[in-house]
Every structure is written in structure tokens, then in C-alpha cells.
């Protein structure tokens, strides 16, 4: 792919190393709480960027318990994406495991896209309980003055741009209904950095993912004011460091960080799915507006982080 291009495998998610480790020790398998089985029976759920990485994740642990997931990305079929992962595989093992789901090809950042597989996601699933908008990407590795329009306008099209238009589409049946949940995945890359001296990946391209971020965050508590008192839970989840995926490694900063292999994870993608959970389970009387940081938020409510198909604690 040209660097005049807009690349969507330059995806960070990263925080603090050792308060993530200690964080995740906090709530592996020790905690007391978990998540009642079937908590999700009947629910239909939609997430974006499902083909791989976190949002697979979410949708198989999600599926396992009892939701119906339609899954969108814009890798359909094995073997035809950026990189590895596909539509098509995590529907089957959500299947293999006893679940339902659809697999629904689109491209977040294309309006088009997004409108039709609203469509399609409605005409399969009758309406959305919960919406996750995971799909995301960054310009790692390009400096503020080798943007290209192209990217930069691409970025908010699918960082800030999308997650809107999903949620205007779907949040006024929920306002109806009476009931509905909307998670907004994040980034620590949407805080400010303190410098000089900064940070390698804040001197080297980060700063128009965290400004998508950031703008995402405000979204996420602009609209939980205006759906206030309607049932619909509005809140946004980043990982507490970093986590290991396809898109982490393919953007560079697995290296840039210093992260050598998956061995050097300071996050599952399970503590993610486990508090994406929580978070759409959650009393919107109780809970929204707010954006979590995943084993941060585990401890503070004492949950226990299970496997993706939620028969056992993980590890």
C-alpha cells in the first residue's frame, strides 16, 4: 500500500506496562464476581471491526452469552485481508461454540457501507440491543507534515465519523424501546502527554489517532447526556495497556514499543471482551457517559475475566 494512502493497519492500542500487569493479577482468577450465565440471552448485538483482534473477541464472548452478533468488517473470507482474521472464521467458531452469528462485510469508513449493512444487519437480526464501534485505525509512523488529505479526512471517517453514524442510525429505536447499550472502544492514545522529553510513538505519528480518540470520548458523553432517562447506556472502554493483536503488530508499534512477541502481552483481548460485557449489562440509571479503562474498571467492580467462550475463569 502507498504511504499516500490511507492505512488502516497502523492501529495502536497501548497504556502503562506494570501498573497492566498488576491490574491484570488483580482480577485473574481471584475476583468474585462474574457474569450470569446467558446474560445476553435475546439480545442482538452488533460490532464493528469483528474480523480479528478485540473486536472478535467482544463478539465471541458476547455470542457465548446467548447474544445473537452480527459481525462487520471488511474482511470477509480467510486469507483476504491486511492481515490474518476473517469474517467468516469467527462466525464459525461462535457456531462451533453454540452461538449464532452473521457475517457482514463493510467498510466503516465508507458512508455507503456503513448505510447498507445497517440494512443488512437489520433485516437479519429485527434490531439492535447493543452496539459496539471497535472498528478504528492510526497513522503511526507518518509525521504531521506527510499527511495526505486522503488520510487525514479517512481518519475521522472511520474513527469519529462512523461510530456517529451507527449510533444515529440505531440509537433512536433503542430511545423507543426503552433500552439499549452503546460501547465506544478507545485508546489511551486520547490523553495528553506530558513532555518534553515525549514518548516515542507521541513522536512519531500518534497524534491524529489520539485526537479521534479524544473527539470519541467527548461523543461518547455528549450523546449519554442526550439519551439521559430513555434506558440507553452510552460508554466508551480502552485497554489499559497494550493488547496483543494482528493490528498491533502489523502497525509497528509492537516494535516500537519494545514488545518483542505475544509473550511480552501486557493485556488479553479477554479482559476487553470481560469488560465490554460488564459495561453493556450495565443500569444506564447507574452507569453511562463514562469511559473505562478495562482492568481498571475489572478490579473496581471486583469481576472475574473469563475465557471467550465463558466456561472458565482465564488461566
Known sequence: MSDTTFD?????????????????DSVLPGASSAAAAGALNGKMVMVTGASRGIGEGIARRFAAEGATVACLARTLDPGTGE?????????????????????????????ESRKAAVEDVLAKLGRVDILVNNAAAGTIGTHFDALTPQQYYGLW????????????????????????????ISSSGAELSKGPPFNPLE???????????????????????????????????????????????SSGVAKMSGRSG???????????????????????????????????????INRTVMTLDGRRSFR
Open 8 to 24: 488502516r493497519r497502523r492501529v495502536l492500542k497501548t497504556g502503562g506496562v506494570l501498573a497492566a500487569a498488576a491490574a491484570l
Open 83 to 111: 492481515n490474518t482474521g476473517s469474517l467468516k472464521e469467527v462466525v464459525a467458531a461462535i457456531e462451533k461454540g453454540g452461538g449464532k452469528a452473521y457475517a457482514i462485510k463493510c467498510d466503516v469508513a465508507n458512508p
Open 157 to 184: 471517517e472511520l474513527n469519529v465519523h462512523g461510530p456517529f453514524d451507527f449510533m444515529q442510525r440505531l440509537a433512536p429505536a433503542m430511545r423507543t424501546r426503552g433500552s439499549g447499550w452503546i460501547l465506544n
Open 203 to 249: 513522536r512519531n505519528g500518534l497524534m491524529l489517532y489520539g485526537v479521534t480518540k479524544a473527539a470519541l470520548n467527548r461523543m461518547t458523553v455528549g450523546m449519554a447526556a442526550e439519551l439521559q432517562d430513555t434506558g440507553v447506556a452510552v460508554n466508551g472502554l480502552a485497554p489499559t495497556s497494550a493488547v496483543w493483536t494482528p493490528g498491533f503488530v
Open 262 to 300: 505475544p509473550g511480552d502481552q501486557d493485556e488479553p483481548v479477554e479482559s476487553m471482551a470481560e469488560a465490554a460485557l460488564a459495561l453493556c449489562t450495565v443500569d444506564a440509571k447507574e452507569m453511562s457517559g463514562r469511559t473505562h479503562y478495562s482492568l481498571k474498571y475489572l478490579k473496581e
